[in-house]
């Protein structure tokens, strides 16, 4: 069965188009999103992802036209149409039709079904590269659709067999494109607080984490990251993904640390039995 989206209280077929060439979104970037998935057909932490929603559509002065319990009654309406038993659902608002080009009117609010993601699952056993980039996020906080570096970077990281961009600047590290990053430093584990979006797959890490290491949330140096014993990274795509390559340099002997492959298999445990 073909995948479904709900546009402004419609629900379409995935390939209708919506948007009008007026809408802020196209005109000026003005937009954010947000996305997840589902677990044995359960969205993952629902109320964790509506509330970063929530705290988007805020920041950027956006009013939700729909509340919390109404989407959720969209998205069984999705999943049920799809025919699937696990889907992703990608939710877009955007600052609507503007006359002038400008000014919000009435945001636009889209939630796209979409197959669920195959983000290089052999990363996950052998670890990925990255590659340094000089750069921090215009609001952090803000899940926008602005992800114009990584659309840039996207060749070269291709040619350097790269799957992701670390973001860093004044000596101090950020998140990658589209996740968190993790460091141990012996059995201390540390994850910046600053310049990032708070990743939902983020905090659910560190909820696992707390019985078995220290935990330390504070501002990350580059210096650290690149001299650490192991480093992950985390995301709804990514799950809990070990880096082992920054560059030309390898991150310790170059192999996915034990600490990390430990907290990939607690969080994979918790999402196999989500819902049930």
Known sequence: MPF????????????SPVFKTNDLGLLRGFGLFDYFRTYNGVPFRWNDYWQRFENSARLLKLTLPA?????EKVLADL??????????????????????????VEPNFLIRTEPLPQDNPAGRLKGIKVLPYEYVR????????NYVHMVLMADEMRRQQ???????????????TRSNIFIFSGDKLI????????????????????????????????????TADEIFTTSTTKWVMPVVQIGELPVADGLAGKRTLFLQEKFENLI???GR
Not at 67 to 71: C, D, P, R, S, Y
Not at 82 to 104: H, I, K, Q, W
Not at 138 to 143: G, I, N, Q, R, S
Not at 162 to 176: I, N, P, R, T, W
């Open 79 to 104: 999943l049920a149409m799809s025919g699937e038993n696990e889907v992703a659902f990608r939710f877009v608002l955007t600052g609507g039709y503007a006359p002038d080009s400008v000014n919000v």
């Open 272 to 274: 196999t039995g989500w």
């Open 138 to 145: 215009d609001l952090p906080e803000v899940k926008t659709t």
């Open 67 to 71: 509340t919390q319990g109404e989407t």
């Open 191 to 226: 994850t910046s607080d600053r310049n990032i979006l708070n990743g939902i797959t983020r905090r659910v890490v560190l909820e696992l984490a707390a019985s078995d290491f220290e935990i330390e949330v504070r501002p990350v140096t580059y210096r650290e990251v690149v």
């Open 162 to 176: 790269a799957a992701d961009l670390l973001f860093h600047k004044d000596g101090e590290v950020s998140e990658l």
């Open 4 to 15: 479904y989206q709900y546009f402004n209280g419609e629900i379409l077929p995935i390939d």
